[in-house]
C-alpha cells in the first residue's frame, strides 16, 4: 500500500555532463572520429533521399543499420556507427510524428562537419580492471583511457555507479573549447505526477505565465477561490546576458582594429568563446533553479492537504512560442525588446519542466490576459506600465500585481471550454509571493542586511496583494 502524500515511484533516463581532459594525441584522434560521424550521418541522408524517390514508405532501422555497417568509416566503431543509424532513424520518426501533427518540419537534410561520437555499454566503452573509463574507436585502433567520471544525481544526492550507465557521448564544446561526457543513466528516484484534464473539475490547474524579466509567474488555487501566485524574479539572469554582451561587443570592436588570421584576432577569438561560455553555464544553471522551483510548487498543488492524497494536474503555459520570430519585419518591437526576445530562453525552461515533473505542458493563448480585469473582465486599450495592473473601469478601480494578472487569467481561459476569461477575482483573493530565480551569496545577504538596518522599518508600497520579498534578510 502506498502512504498518503507519496508520489508513485518509476524510472526516467537523464544525462550527466562531465567535463574531462584529452591530451594531444587523444584529442586529434577525438576530432578525426567527430569528423568520420558527421561523414557518415551525411552518407545516410543521401541514401535516406534516393529511397524516397524510389518507394513511398520509410525505411526501417535495419535497413539504415544494414547501409551504415556497409559503409565502414573509420576510425568509428561498429557499435558507433549503429548509433548513428539509431539516431536517423529516430530523426525520421519525429519528422513524421511532426507533420502528422500539423507542424512546419523537415524531413532530416542538413549536411554536418562535426558530430558527438557515441559508445555503448560494454562495446563501445568499459571499465578496466584499474578502474579507468576506456573509449573503443574498434579494433586494432588506440583506445582513449580516462579517470572513471564522478557525479551525483540531483534527485538524490548520491553518487550514481557505472553499473547504472548506458551510452557515453563523447562532445566537442565549440564555445569553451572543451571536451565533455555526456553519460546516459537510469535514476529511479523521479517521481511522476499523475496527469489530468484541465476541464476535468477534480484536476487541479496549475497556471504559468512565462516573461522576459520575471521568467514564471505561477497561479496556484487555494480551493476558496483564491490564487497563491509565486513570480520568479529574473534580473539576475538578465544581468548575466547584459554583461556578455557587453564584453562580447567589447571584443568584437579589438577585433575590427586586427587582420583576420593574426595572432592578437585568434586569442580575441579563444577571450570571446570563453565568454560566451561562461554565461552559457550561468543562464544554464539559473533556468535549472527556475524550473526546479516551478516543479515544486507543481508538486505541493498535487498534495491534497485535508486527506494527503495525490491529485491529478495539469499544468498549462501562456503559449509565447515564436513571439521572438519576425519582429523587425513586422516592427513589433525596439532594438532592445528584440535582442531580449531572441536571447530567451523560454524553450530551456518549458523542456526542463516537463522532465521535471512527467507532465506534458499544455499551451494556452495569452492574448489580453494581461490587458483584462480579473475582477471585471474589463480590457484597458493599452498594456500597463510597470509591475502593477490598475483597472481603468471607474467603477471598479482594482490594483494587481501586473504578473498575477496574466496568470490568474490564463487559468481562468484553461479552465473553460470555450477559452474565455471569467471575471470575479479580487485584488484580496490573490496572495503574491517574490521568489529569486538564483540564491543570493551569503556576502551580499549581510550587505543587504545592513542597509536594512541603515534604512528602518519602513517599506516602499507595493501592489495590493504583493506579500514581501522571501529573501528579505534578517537582521544579523
Known amino acids: 500500500m502506498r ?3 507519496q508520489f508513485p515511484r518509476s524510472g526516467t533516463d537523464r544525462t550527466a555532463v562531465v567535463p574531462v581532459w584529452l591530451n594531444r594525441a587523444e584529442h586529434v584522434q577525438a576530432h578525426e572520429a567527430s569528423h568520420a560521424a558527421a561523414l557518415q550521418w551525411n552518407q545516410l541522408v543521401q541514401w535516406l533521399r534516393s529511397y524516397w524517390d524510389e518507394n513511398e514508405s520509410d525505411p526501417g532501422f535495419v535497413a539504415l543499420r544494414a547501409y551504415g555497417d556497409s559503409l565502414k568509416v573509420a576510425p568509428l566503431h561498429s557499435q558507433s556507427i549503429q548509433g548513428i543509424a539509431e539516431d536517423m532513424h529516430e530523426a525520421v520518426k519525429t519528422y513524421r510524428k511532426n507533420k502528422a501533427a500539423g507542424l512546419r518540419v523537415r524531413a532530416p537534410w542538413r549536411e554536418k562537419k562535426y558530430r558527438p561520437v557515441s559508445f555503448s555499454r560494454n562495446y563501445g566503452w568499459r571499465v578496466t580492471p584499474e578502474g579507468k573509463l576506456a573509449l573503443s574507436y574498434g579494433k ?20 550514481v555507479p557505472s553499473s547504472e550507465w548506458g551510452e557515453i557521448r563523447l ?3 565549440r564555445q569553451a573549447r572543451a571536451w565533455a561526457l555526456h553519460v546516459n543513466y537510469k ?3 523521479f517521481t511522476a505526477l499523475p496527469r489530468g484534464d484541465r476541464l476535468d473539475p477534480g484536476t487541479v490547474v496549475v497556471s504559468v505565465d512565462p516573461g522576459v524579466i520575471n521568467p514564471v509567474t505561477v497561479a496556484v ?7 497563491d501566485v509565486t513570480v520568479v524574479n529574473g534580473r539576475s539572469i538578465r544581468s548575466i546576458k547584459r554583461l556578455r554582451n557587453k564584453k562580447v561587443r567589447e571584443l568584437q570592436k579589438l577585433k575590427s582594429r586586427c587582420k583576420n588570421g593574426s595572432r592578437r584576432h585568434k586569442r580575441l577569438v579563444h577571450a570571446e568563446r570563453r565568454v560566451k561560455a561562461r554565461a552559457e553555464r550561468q543562464v544554464s544553471n539559473a533556468n535549472h533553479h527556475v524550473s526546479r522551483i516551478t516543479a515544486d510548487l507543481v508538486r505541493d498543488a498535487a498534495i491534497d492537504r485535508s486527506t494527503g492524497e495525490i491529485r491529478k494536474v495539469a499544468v498549462v503555459m501562456g503559449d509565447v512560442r515564436g513571439i521572438e520570430q519576425k519582429t523587425r519585419q513586422k516592427r513589433r518591437a525596439n532594438r532592445s525588446l528584440r535582442q531580449q526576445l531572441s536571447q530567451w530562453s523560454r524553450g530551456a525552461t518549458d523542456r526542463q519542466l516537463e522532465y521535471k515533473t512527467g507532465l506534458a505542458l499544455d499551451y494556452i493563448p495569452e492574448q489580453h490576459t494581461t490587458k483584462t480585469c ?4 474589463n480590457q484597458r486599450r493599452s498594456s500597463p506600465k510597470g509591475r502593477a495592473y490598475t483597472c481603468t473601469n471607474l467603477s471598479c478601480l482594482a490594483v494587481f500585481h501586473r504578473d498575477a494578472v496574466g496568470a490568474v487569467n ?9 477559452g474565455t476569461i471569467r471575471p470575479g477575482t479580487r485584488p484580496e483573493h490573490i496572495r503574491v509571493t517574490y521568489r529569486r530565480a538564483l540564491p543570493t551569496p551569503p556576502r551580499a545577504k549581510d550587505l543587504h542586511a545592513v542597509e536594512a538596518l541603515e534604512q528602518g522599518p519602513s517599506q516602499p508600497d507595493r501592489p495590493a496583494g504583493v506579500a514581501d520579498h522571501t529573501s528579505t534578510p534578517q537582521a544579523a
Open 140 to 159: 586494432g585502433r588506440e583506445r582513449i583511457v580516462l579517470d572513471l567520471p564522478e557525479f551525483t544525481d540531483p534527485l538524490t544526492g548520491l553518487m
Open 221 to 227: 488555487p487555494d480551493g476558496a477561490g483564491g490564487f
Open 410 to 418: 490564463i487559468h481562468s481561459r484553461a479552465t473553460h471550454a470555450d
Open 374 to 377: 480579473p475582477a471585471c473582465g
Open 187 to 189: 535514476t529511479h528516484a
Open 3 to 5: 502512504r498518503q502524500g
Open 171 to 173: 562532445c566537442w564544446d
